[in-house]
């Protein structure tokens, strides 16, 4: 039986040329067994007629605000109440700036505001009205309010052009749906996620880094969050899209990434440190590009505070994950690592060898708690954070049952 079985989709369709795919996408719901209620925008009747819903959905199709017919019958307040999960398919550039913005003037955006349930988008448009700033800033806005977006796709375009707009095909709309209805391990979970290196300035323009890409806490990032967990991401400089659900923050030296992540990790119930925080830093930054001359440079380095330790000194810590990166002798520097910053666990990876570690899709862990150990064989980093967020989320439930 499919997870969308007697569940309530209220499917708000907008203005696009993809509002005839939501036709289908009814059709697949109603198939699943969900009850699906459609609200269509004055524009998306211009490109489908009501009653195509009506007879797909065995539902009347709700269209206007201050029809009072409409609204003794069921009105905003009330299709909002009714539905379990909202699903805008498609959703236009103009609707997401409106949803964003709060308008209420027409009825789905006032079923929106009035909404206590999860809201799920399918963004379709041209491919630069998509890359715009604009529809950028409202995407991110809405993923930072819990507003789930599901594409969108890459691909040709009813206009002729080619690139990321297109809606998700309706068949993945309902598997992204029938995600949503399983409970995650982390769901209703708080988890803060350091990534990346740090960079620690030597005058205005150089300065000492390591070779982190990032891609493994990214990866950790979004896997914590597809188990249903709300992200805080702390960010070294990376060429790394984040996940478009976690609030990021973006830092550069280890002074700042240990200021943002102590500030906010009593706020979190699970810390994760994946970032390569430098060690060591110039213990003075010259004001001005220092120039060249004969005699060998040195440069002063003084060390920087391990953030880890202090996470896991705080009164009130988090479940607190470290990472070792080591060359060798991997399983004992990594239990003294455990016991010495006072972890609740850590994943080790052997780094400077050509498959796995930094600046690579792959990665293998050797994890490590106290009362176990796991070995994490080498898999794409994607596959081996939900790996490793499923052991997390394991020693973290156990942790908090004693
Ligand atoms: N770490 C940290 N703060 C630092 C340095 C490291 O929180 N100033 C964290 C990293 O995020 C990682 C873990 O410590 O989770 C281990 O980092 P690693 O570089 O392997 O070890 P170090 O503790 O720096 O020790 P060493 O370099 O001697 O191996």
């Keep these: 039986m499919s997870r969308l079985a007697e569940k309530r989709i209220l499917l708000g369709v907008t203005g696009g040329i993809a509002a005839y795919k939501a036709c289908g996408l009814t059709r697949q719901l109603i198939q699943a067994g969900a009850c699906v209620r459609v609200v269509m925008t004055r524009a998306a009747q211009s490109f489908v007629a009501p009653l195509s819903f009506q007879a797909l959905s065995g539902n009347p199709v709700h269209l206007d605000l201050l029809d009072t017919a409409e609204e003794s019958a069921m009105g905003h307040i009330r299709l909002a109440r009714w539905a379990d999960l909202i ?29 206590e349930v999860p809201i799920l988008v399918a963004p379709s448009m041209n491919r630069a009205m998509w890359s715009n700033p604009a529809t950028q800033d409202n995407a991110s806005c809405l993923a930072a309010r819990g507003i789930r977006l599901l594409g969108p796709a890459e691909g040709g375009q009813a206009c002729g052009e080619s690139g990321y707009g297109r809606m998700l095909e309706p068949a993945e709309i309902c598997r992204a749906m029938e995600k949503f209805f399983v409970q995650g391990s982390l769901a209703g979970r708080t988890v803060l996620v350091s990534a990346g290196p740090t960079r620690e300035a030597i005058d205005p323009v150089r300065y000492l880094t390591n070779r982190s890409s990032g891609k493994m806490g990214y990866a950790m990032a979004q896997a914590a969050i597809d188990a249903g967990a709300k992200v805080t991401l702390v960010s070294g400089p990376v060429a790394l899209d984040p996940p478009m659900e976690a609030q990021v923050v973006r830092v550069e030296s280890a002074a700042e990434m240990f200021k943002a992540v102590v500030g906010l990790a009593t706020r979190h119930d699970i810390y994760i440190g994946t970032a390569a925080v430098a060690d060591y830093t110039p213990a003075t930054v010259a004001e001005e590009k220092i120039k060249k001359h004969e005699a060998a440079l040195v ?8 953030i880890l330790t202090a996470v896991a000194s705080l009164p009130n810590k988090p479940f607190t994950v470290g990472f070792a990166a080591e060359t060798g002798n991997l399983e004992s520097y990594a239990r003294e690592k455990l016991e010495g910053k006072g972890l609740d666990m850590i994943a080790a990876n052997r780094v400077g060898q050509a498959q796995g570690g930094f600046d690579t899709h792959e990665n293998a862990l050797w994890v490590c708690w106290n009362g176990g150990v796991k070995n994490l064989p080498m898999a ?22 004693t």
């Design 299 to 306: 440069i002063r380095l003084t060390r920087t505070r391990d």
């Design 87 to 115: 699903l805008i398919a498609p959703a236009t550039a103009d609707f997401m700036a409106k949803l964003r913005a709060g308008l209420a003037d027409e009825l789905l955006g006032a079923v929106c505001l009035a909404a």
């Design 380 to 401: 794409s980093k994607q596959d081996i954070a939900i790996q490793l967020i499923e052991l997390i989320s394991e020693n973290y439930r156990a942790k908090n049952s």
